[in-house]
């Protein structure tokens, strides 16, 4: 649905320049909700502008619903900027409008007529659970409440791509909760696909079908999230389901176990513990439900050393477990 090939966007002139995006290429399938995570100056919000075209890239292609919006003309980019909705960190509503007001003004480009734009504002409005705000002012409404009115003005046009920059990066984590719900709703609803950033890890753990890392203007990893927590060495899955290890003792053995699909209901440990003999501790761990299905890792402490456990490790492994050795 939103395919960036080999995108990149240089900031700057010849005494200084800044690689904002550096070959970047990500795929986001029609309907997932696909989150992009990194640290502050990473690119993310270059990234999320260049999906719209906000910030044409020096270089690649930005192909949204099978148009290649980089090679086509301002009046068809207008056009395809109807079908993608976009909400911010600060809302961006307009004071001086009423909250139907605000949506409807999304309405207005469309070249709707003004009965249409009113039923169309009421019923996205209904959607976003707004209806008895219609007539007030976004001064007059809380943080979330704002957040909706951004949601329904995104949503007025009809769009197939929701883009949302840091939505809820400015409110609290309850209100971030709702606006999160309210965000896999109409992705389930409507079936639209959303493309998020954001430097919150919980954000994309509650509601991203998949997650990719940006750093210093590159993609370093990405992938569904079912797969990545048991996707050894992943440094996203260490960010998203950390382990909250304790430390080993000196001389024993530290092994991660990961844990997908049927084998997170299964005994592993009891088993373990009784079949060798060997107090199992547990140093850490973490499983998910993702998907509707179970996912995580396990971190243990054998005592005695890697060759003393080899029979252990060796037989959690014969059961399709995958396990590595830590220390
Ligand atoms: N208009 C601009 N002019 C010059 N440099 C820019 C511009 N926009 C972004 N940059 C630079 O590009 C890099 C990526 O910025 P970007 O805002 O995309 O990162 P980010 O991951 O969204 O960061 P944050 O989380 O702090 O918003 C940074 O080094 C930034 O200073």
Redesign the pocket.
């Known amino acids: 649905m939103i395919s960036l090939h080999s995108v990149s966007k240089t900031?700057?002139d010849h005494t200084r320049s800044?690689a904002?995006l550096d070959d970047v290429s990500l795929d986001v399938a029609r309907g997932e909700i696909f989150g992009v995570v990194?640290?502050?100056?990473?690119?993310?919000?270059?990234?999320i502008r260049t999906v719209n075209l906000l910030e044409r890239p020096d270089a690649g292609a930005v192909v949204v619903d099978g148009v290649d919006l980089t090679s086509i003309g301002s009046g068809q980019l207008r056009l395809a900027r109807q079908k993608i909705g976009m909400i911010f960190q600060h809302f961006n509503l307009l004071s001086s409008r009423t909250v139907r007001g605000n949506v409807e003004l999304a309405l207005e480009v469309t070249g709707a007529e003004r009965r249409e734009r009113r039923r169309r504002a009421d019923e996205i409005l209904d959607l976003v659970g707004l209806t008895d705000k219609a007539e007030a002012y976004p001064g007059q409404l809380s943080g979330g409440q704002k957040q909706r009115v951004g949601i329904a003005r995104a949503l007025a046009a009809e769009p197939t791509v929701l883009l949302s920059d840091e939505a809820t990066s400015a409110l609290d984590p309850e209100t971030t909760r709702s606006i999160l719900e309210l965000v896999r709703t109409i992705n389930q609803q409507l079936g639209l696909t959303v493309l998020l950033?954001t430097?919150e890890m919980d954000v994309v753990k509650t509601i991203c079908d998949s997650a990719a890392l940006?750093e210093s203007?590159r993609i370093v990893e990405h992938g569904p999230l079912v797969e990545l927590i048991s996707r050894p060495g992943s440094r996203l899955a260490a960010d998203l389901f950390p382990l909250g290890a304790v430390p080993p003792h000196a001389g024993n053995t530290v092994i991660d176990i990961t844990f997908s699909g049927g084998s997170a209901d299964r005994p592993v440990i009891a088993q373990l513990a009784r079949t060798h003999g060997l107090d199992v501790s547990i140093l850490g761990a973490v499983i998910e439900t993702i998907g509707g299905s179970q996912a995580g890792r396990t971190r243990l402490e054998l005592p005695g050393s890697a060759a003393a456990n080899a029979a252990a490790i060796a037989d959690l492994r014969s059961q399709g477990l995958l396990v590595e050795v830590a220390a």
Request: hydrophobic fraction near 40%.
């Open positions: 900031f700057g800044v904002a990194g640290q502050s100056g990473a690119g993310k919000s270059t990234l950033i430097h940006l203007g």
